[in-house]
Each structure stands twice: as structure tokens, then as C-alpha cells.
């Protein structure tokens, strides 16, 4: 009796709910939502045996979901013979930086030097000769 009665008030909170969600006249509801569900369900179990691949993917899809997650990519750990062997690999193009480097860090001291601690005067200089003459 008890079970009746909650599957009762089941039904008539589902009923409520569709006539809040798809429509407000109880005419226009052709459907139930939970039809629906279960139809949408078989047409893509359909879609899934008609195609073996996709039906393949489809029972893996959970599979392949763990390995997006955070947790599992944590548990990643290189080797210290691959992390080596990726470092070695990146050989020339880390010695390439490391010159570009040295030859930066010659071109640091050039504004100190001498030669260029009076070019924002002879800037100004040449700024006012250029402005009489135009």
C-alpha cells in the first residue's frame, strides 16, 4: 500500500514537473520526459551498434575520461634516464640559447661606457639644430 502510494506521488511529481517544463496545457504534452530519456537512450544505443567503432569508444569513453583526469596526471613520474634523454635531445638548442645569452649579457655594459654617457645631451642638441633649420 505504502509503495503504491509513493509511486503515486512519484508519478504526479513527474507529471508537474513536465507541465513546467514543457508546457503549461496538459493537451500539447504528446510525451513524457521520461519517454523521451528512454528514447533518446535507444537511438543512441543504436547509433552504437550500428557503428563499431563508435560503439567501441563508447564503452571506453569512461576509460579514456580517467586518463583526462588531474589525479591521474599526477601520478605521471618521469624516469631519471627520460628526463636525461629529453634534456640531450634539447642539446643543440640550449647551447644556441646559451651563446644568445653570453652575447646579451656583453651587450649589457655598452650603455655604461664612455662613449654614449653624452648622447641624450647631443639628442637635445641635434633635436634643436634639426627644428631651426626646418
Known sequence: MAVNAGIAMLEERIKVLERRIISTNPDKIKTSCT??????KQDLNKIATRYSKLG???KRLNELQDYLTPEFLEKLTLTDQS??????AGEQQLTATAEQFQTLEQFKNIPSEATFKGITDQ????????????
Open 123 to 134: 639628442s637635445l642638441l641635434i633635436n634643436n639644430l634639426a627644428s631651426s633649420y626646418i
Open 35 to 40: 519517454d523521451a530519456l528512454t528514447q533518446v
Open 56 to 58: 567501441v569508444l563508447w
Open 83 to 88: 628526463k636525461a634523454d629529453i634534456i640531450l
